[in-house]
């Protein structure tokens, strides 16, 4: 395979975690009354996503990661990798590729039903070299209250872009297997895994159908072992990628970081974030195993190129593990997840419906948060109305030329913290927005951490959902601000 | 050239209901106590009314859609009546149309009514609006409150003023409005606080405390308007007459333009221009006898005492400290009944309400409250919130 004439491969890459970390001490203190075994889980924190957060909004966050300034006008294909989609039958790629602004050309497609979603999709991509292609892998599993999946699970996603100039990693072999190993499992209609005893989920599972893949692919690339620099084996089993490796005869220092003290496995994301992570590390001319494992397993030998050296994610998952704020309030997280019906109050009955409609029409602006420049005046504005808010221009807005403030530096020119209003993640931080091109609207602001706002406080902006109708069981999104430190 | 319609038509008569709690009554009780008040003050009948303008804001607490439930309430068989919502200046807008209707000549005697039942809402506040399809989908469901606030960030940037500075100030405005309240037998609070009681109160939207928030209140008001002419002919001697009502309404300026600096409200400035001009008012600062403002919260009628041209731009803070405004402040008393902070907002009522304080302190009627000679006063509303609303501002005088 590395002596194919046409070079494809990966040539970006970033990822995202929420800002939001549970301290795992806090989950075993809630349950130690009734599930004292927990305490061995207790160290360290996971990742949780905000009550606004999902499969959806963290996949477009982990994109434009990897994107960067790049723009999106050359991408072919959209993939999105998930266990957990917010729509069953609403392509929900699609509601991505709307929020980046992809080609109305791209082809979009879902990946889903398998932990090795995010992998076989990269899989698929690479081997099928069509173009520039993004292939995105968002996931926040689910966890009952008390089960270890509650200690043990995270939230995350990851992004890849895919072509042929200036590839950064190569596939150069890669094998599959397919087997009915079901060691746990969420049936359609349920809201948590089930799950069977880790000896022989470790056992007959991982050390058993793991090892012989990773050799057929390292054949197939004609290296050893011994050539492996980084292994990324996802799963939420403790040192079961440690046991993997020495069994292979990999190096212990070559297995990737898990991201278990700091973020939680996530699902379907969590290979490709840790193959995301282990590429900020990675060296030229080193070899990255990636193994998808669920039901059999995909294996994926990557070559790093002397390219990888001239691209940086913006934050990458180096920097999104290096924004956590801490939180020990176990309900936060809970209710987050809707796992208890706290009284909201009155405020909370209002009826939230979305005329499918008008969310078509004008899904030109609020899917990709773009603003109208006016070609007569220079005037930025958004919302996009008929005619320019200008007093002196008020021309048609026929002529305006269309302006994502996605990427625009922005600050804060007025906001409170509003206690009154019905909010899940209360106070409600709204207020004016000033984006340095013009630009200015009011929105919420989310994540404030310990630091606060103040008016000036440099923000940016990110996807995240509106309003929840659970009355219709419909997610609009819309994008809100966060402080840029966290 | 338009001539404005200072002096054109003059208050016949003018009621209003008790504000607070009602909850024995509903809209049309209350509208009832304000529309009997105003008639036997205009000493007409009912069907002397030619014309009825009926305003009301909020529809899931109100009785409904149209004019029919108010011409039902109050038995109006077959003249025209009209609804009018325009947000929190509804109860200004309804008298803008009754003396528009006269100023035209169209009608001779006509109503202009208000009234909100706030407390079958079933908890304290404002039910949360829709802002239609489209704004619903991006536009924060912040409260009114939040929308309010924001004002004290972009003031105290704009003007180097502390936190703390701002805080003592607004406090300083609701503790004015409720020693003024005390004397309002109509007031739904009427009890005075202390400063340490709203500085240390429950934060709503920072930096707004609960005591810088209005009361939540039922009630209604009513003014029966005709000609000059015609009030006289009717037996009436002292006359107070419309001097101006403008209206001025946000189209995006300030939220999608990065001009306004977020200190002050624009649209409340551009309606006292006008009014002033239509009034004839050279010198407010010196010209007004009291001022009733919309004071929802307390840096609202801080602000608006800038927008009103009253206090210099970064004045208003020292004007509130040094009591200005306050009654017997040798300055502009403003709230002389306690304002929206003590009678709450039921928000198809109070510009009438505001109204009915200028009228009666005109015709030396406001009892303990009395004021001495008042000659002018102003009314003002700010509907929606300072960055997208509505502002009104009217004044009113005695006929020479």
């Known amino acids: 395979m590395s002596n194919q004439t046409h070079d494809y491969g990966i ?55 990897a994107l960067g300034q ?42 889903g039903y398998s932990e090795r979603a995010g992998v076989a999709g990269l899989l698929a991509a690479l081997r099928s070299a069509a173009g520039p292609a993004l292939v995105v892998a968002s996931d926040h599993p689910p966890a009952k209250p008390a089960s270890t999946q509650e200690l043990t699970y ?46 022989w989920i470790r056992e007959e599972g991982y050390l058993k159908v793991v090892p012989q893949t990773v050799k057929a692919a390292l054949q197939q690339a004609g290296l050893t072992a011994a050539d492996v620099h ?70 994926l030998v990557l070559q790093v190129t002397d390219a990888l050296a001239d691209f940086k994610p913006v934050r990458g998952i180096s920097g999104a593990l290096a924004e956590a704020q801490p939180h020990d309030a176990y309900m936060r997280m809970l209710s987050y997840a809707g796992g208890i019906d706290l009284e909201w109050g009155m405020r909370a009955e209002k009826v939230i419906k979305t005329a499918l409609t008008d969310q078509y029409r004008s899904s030109h602006q609020l899917a990709g948060f773009v603003a109208g ?72 602001m989310v994540d404030v951490g310990a630091a606060g706002l103040d008016v000036g406080t440099p923000l940016r902006s990110v996807l995240r959902i509106k309003d929840l109708d659970k009355a219709r069981g419909h997610t609009r999104y819309f994008w809100k601000m966060t402080p840029l430190a966290a | 050239m338009a001539t404005g319609i200072k002096d ?88 803008r149309s009754a003396v528009y209707a006269v100023a035209s000549g169209a009608v001779d005697i006509a109503l202009a009514i208000g009234a909100e039942k706030l407390k079958d809402a079933g908890y304290g506040g404002l039910p949360t609006p829709y802002k239609g399809t489209f704004n619903d989908m991006w536009l924060p469901m912040g409260s009114a409150p939040a929308g309010f ?124 221009k006008r009014a002033y001009a239509e009034a004839g008012i050279t010198d407010p600062r010196k010209q007004l006898s009291l001022m009733e403002v919309h004071d929802c919260f307390s840096i609202t009628e801080l602000v608006t005492m800038e927008d009103l041209f009253v206090s210099e731009e970064g004045r208003a803070v020292h004007d509130v400290l040094d009591g200005f405004f306050d009654r017997g402040g040798n300055g502009v008393p403003c709230q002389v009944d306690g304002g929206l902070k003590c009678f709450g907002h039921p928000i198809g009522a109070s510009g009438l309400r505001m109204a009915y304080e200028v009228y009666s302190q005109l015709l030396g009627r406001a009892g303990e409250r009395q004021l001495a000679s008042p000659s002018m006063g102003l009314t003002h509303n700010l509907g929606g919130v300072p960055y997208l609303g509505v502002a009104a501002v009217s004044v009113f005088g005695l006929m020479g």
């Open chain 2, 149 to 272: 606030a924001q004002l004290a960030a972009g003031y105290r940037t704009k003007h180097g003023i502390s936190k703390e500075e701002l805080k003592r100030a607004i406090a300083h405005v609701s503790w004015k409005s409720h020693q003024n309240g005390v004397h309002s037998p109509k007031a739904h609070l009427r009890k005075a606080v202390t400063m340490d009681q709203i500085l240390n109160a429950p934060m709503i939207a920072e930096p707004l405390g609960l005591f810088d928030c209005c009361g939540v209140s039922d009630g209604a008001a009513a003014a029966i308007v005709t000609t000059p002419e015609i009030a006289r002919a009717l037996g009436k001697h002292d006359l107070v007459s419309v001097k101006a009502i403008q209206l001025a309404i946000a189209s995006g300026v300030e939220s999608s333009m990065s001009n306004w600096d977020g200190s002050h409200v624009r649209t409340t400035r551009a309606a006292a």
């Open chain 1, 11 to 65: 040539t970006g890459f970033g990822g995202y975690i929420p800002r939001l970390r549970m301290q795992r001490a806090a989950i075993v203190a809630t349950h130690q009354w009734m599930a004292p075994g927990l305490r061995s889980l207790g160290k360290g924190q996971r990742a949780f996503c905000s009550w606004d957060e999902d499969t959806i909004t963290m996949a477009v966050e982990a994109a434009r990661d």
């Open chain 1, 154 to 199: 995270g939230a995350g996603a990851a992004a890849f872009t895919l072509g042929s100039d200036k590839v950064l990693a190569r596939l150069v072999g890669h094998a599959s297997r397919n087997n009915t190993f079901v060691d746990h499992y969420r049936a359609e209609d349920q809201s948590f895994d089930y799950f069977w005893e880790e000896r």
């Open chain 1, 230 to 299: 980084h292994f990324v084996l996802a799963s939420s089993l403790k040192a079961v990628d440690q046991a993997v490796a020495k069994k292979l005869g990999i190096a212990p220092e070559a297995v990737a970081d898990a991201l278990d003290s700091t973020c939680g496995y996530a699902g379907a994301a969590h290979a490709p974030m840790m193959l995301a992570l282990a590429l900020e590390r990675a060296q030229p001319g080193q070899h990255i195993v990636v193994v998808g494992f669920s039901q059999g397993c995909d294996v």
């Open chain 1, 70 to 111: 790049r723009t999106t006008a050359e991408l072919q294909s959209l993939t999105l990798a998930s266990t957990r989609m917010p729509y069953a039958n609403v392509q929900n790629s699609s509601l991505v590729a709307a929020s980046l602004q992809l080609p109305a050309t791209a082809a979009t497609a879902d990946q």
């Open chain 1, 373 to 444: 420049h006016c070609r007569a005046c220079g005037t930025v504005q958004f919302p996009q109305l008929t005619y320019c808010v200008n007093p002196a221009c008020n021309a048609p807005a026929a002529q305006f030329d269309p302006v994502s403030l996605r990427d625009v530096p922005a600050q804060v020119l007025t906001y409170t913290a509003d206690a009154l209003s019905y909010h899940p993640a209360p106070p409600l931080y709204v207020g004016f927005v000033q984006f340095d091109n013009g630009a200015r609207l009011l929105m919420e």
């Open chain 2, 8 to 95: 054109k038509v003059a208050i016949l008569g003018m009621g209003c209901s008790q504000f607070g709690e009602r909850w024995n009554v509903g809209t049309n009780e209350l509208l009832a106590e304000a529309f009997e008040e105003a008639l036997a003050d205009a000493g007409i009948e009912r069907k002397q009314i030619e014309a009825a303008w009926y305003g009301s804001g909020l529809d899931p607490v109100n009785v409904g859609n149209s004019a029919i439930p108010a011409a039902m309430g109050l038995r109006l068989d077959l003249i025209p009546v009209s609804r009018v919502e325009n947000m929190c200046a509804t109860g200004t807008e309804a008298l």
